[in-house]
């Protein structure tokens, strides 16, 4: 075993050498073994040793993590290897499975360009299965496939060899299936993944064994004997005939690019900036000597170093000491620090040039996404997390004088996982925590007691609804306190491959900047005055400036926007968020003195408006949907359809498979959010096993709407009767 120090000090020497590095993520469904085989990669590196492999899982450095054996979040750590005498960098990112831990694969696509993708043969594609591949594909990173726990298609299973190849069989060509849907249109063949190829490998992560077609010509083995030897259990000779270490890193050296393939092809597709300018030229080329330019993908804390950014460099290098421009920011920040991540810990360097990842101190503004620069250029794409937090506890301190604290770990958590929510309720002043699941809460709960030492008192889980119209009202008029500044605003749904659009990224929140950002709205369906129009997009509403020669519009824009953001980030019908509304403000009187049109006076006469068109048009509740999938004995079958419907659950598809069936539904989240692991576990005997993706919002059935409106506002220390639009027109 060597120490991390010197395995950094190696490849320090190694990083410069594009052709020899490989970013890599390795990616699955939950617990199908992406840990177990990363300890194998680190004992080949020399950082943990082989007899410990698979049973330290280095990369769940986290309590909670080694607690609930299972990864919360993605850990990145630099490995160097030699192989066919040359050596290699591989930086290594170890994803989460679970589904409320998805955001942290969405952001390390960014990071990659090759992924691992594991599945148990067992188990087999898995809906997150399907969910990170079709990640990897967005950002255009290349899969290979480890089929991991092939024991247990003898152990369990029972299969005789001609069924365990079928099934293998099989899988890869599922794998290729989704490849091939899902593949950047040029890539759609050439990254199917194949045994000829070299790109498929099958084996235990857990027994440390491996084969892929070059292992097996190399070590003079077949798959029968691999059958016989699995069947024996003869471990210690599958390792020698087909070592997991070597066929993995073959596997990832042979048939993932360097960042000198890759950029060629991921810089025009995550950047749209220039590709002429000097910045677009030294990307495209992975120029080390070039200006330098990253993408943060990633926010750690760490108790002494505070901060860290985790950043894909694309050009130039970063050095300790160096000034960049974040994006969004007017100042630029002096990067103080700069690391190689090995797991838990960053060993300091002085630099680290393009085509590797970086931890980078310092840069306190940086966030999730943005883009780090020597020259100001264009930012990257917005990273797009498809799934949206659907529920939300409140947290308070359980001793008060703990508050500034909680506010703090909240702030810093959110950072570090810009999928969690947190807000204020401006009448309860309780925080509002979101996330994607119960779980996600529950680890935020967990991390505030351990990791920041504050005892909370937290709410039972509430769910996160958003509020829209789909009928056009208007223009209604919102005058202003002193009533002497009016605003006339049309409120219309907009059209649904505008919200599209917003999932896929191509338009983004805030404000829009520049032709492309009009253009992308006039593809998403708005027409180009409109589009031209938009002075603002925030919880996927718009407000549109549509008028002409008004005096003093431009200097009380802002107010504008202020106002509207607040009204939308809280709906008028339930003070949850809004979704997909466009406002258009078509004509305004303004007060002439600036005394007279400030915050106190501008920001009401905008939300009057808003929230009365809206009332008016006739706004919805939206509740947000899971998709499920159970597996359960075929015996169970029928009791858990009906589960379903009771829970006014939609079937969508049965499969059977032998004994077991699996039922694929959509449910509320607001029937699931309490007893459903009780009431499925007492109707199976314990036997079903679930699995749930975020499945959008819909809108929700009216006979439920008012009851729901008004436990809602009950709950908030509303008046349970919903506003009517009058109440905003005097
Ligand atoms: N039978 C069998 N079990 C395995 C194998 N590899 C891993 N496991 C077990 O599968 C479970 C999950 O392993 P992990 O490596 O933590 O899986 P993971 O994909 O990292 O899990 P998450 O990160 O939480 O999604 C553990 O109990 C492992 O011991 C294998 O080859 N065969
Ligand atoms: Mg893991």
Known sequence: MVRKEYVVEEITKIMGNIDQIRNVAIIAHVHHGKTTLTDSLLAKAGLISKQVAGDVLYTNYEAIEKDRRMTIKSAAISLGFTYKEKDYIINLIDTPGHVDFGGHVTRSMRAVDGVVLVVDPVEGIMPQTETVLRQSMKEKAKPILFINKSDRLLTELRLTQEQTFQRLLDLINNVNKLIEQYAPIEFADKWKVSVENNSVAIGSAMRRWAISKRTMELHKTTMKEIFTLTEKGDIP????????????????????????????????????????????????????????????????????????????????????????????????????????????????????????????????????????????????????????????????AKDSRDTTKLIEALRELSKADPTIEVRIDQDTGEHLVSGMGELHLEIIETKLRDEFKIQVITSEPIVVYQETIDKKAGPIEGKSPNKHSKFYCISEPLPKTFTDAMDEGTIREGKPKGQAAVDAMIKAGLDRPTAKGVVDISSRCVLVDATKGVQYMHEVMELLIDGFEEAVKDGPLAREKCNGIMISIVDATIHEDPVHRGPAQIIPAIRNAIYAGVLTAGVNLLEPKQKFTINIPQEYMSDIITMVQGKRGQVLEINQDREQVSIIARIPVAEVIKNFSNDIRGKTQGRAIWYTEFAGYDKMPAELQNKVVREIRKRKGQPEEPPKPEQFLE
Do not use: C
């Open 237 to 396: 000779k599958l390792q020698e005939v087909a070592p997991i270490d070597e066929t993995i890193l073959s596997m990832i050296i042979d048939n993932l690019p360097s960042p000198r393939e890759a950029q060629a092809y991921r810089i025009p597709h995550l950047w749209k900036g220039d590709l002429e300018s000097v910045d677009g030229k030294a990307m495209l080329s992975v120029d080390a000597k070039a200006k330098t330019n990253a993408v943060v993908f990633g926010i750690s804390y760490d108790q002494q170093a505070g901060e860290i950014a985790i950043a894909r460099v694309f050009s130039g290098a970063v050095k300790k000491g160096m000034e960049f421009q974040v994006s969004g920011q007017n100042k630029p920040e002096r990067l103080q620090q700069v690391g190689i991540f090995m797991a838990a810990d960053r060993v300091l360097v002085d630099e680290i040039p393009a085509g590797n990842i970086a931890a980078l101190i310092g840069l306190k503004s940086a966030n999730v996404g943005d883009t780090i620069s020597e020259n100001s250029i264009e930012p990257f794409e917005q990273i797009t997390h498809y799934s949206k937090p659907v529920v939300t506890k409140a947290v308070e």
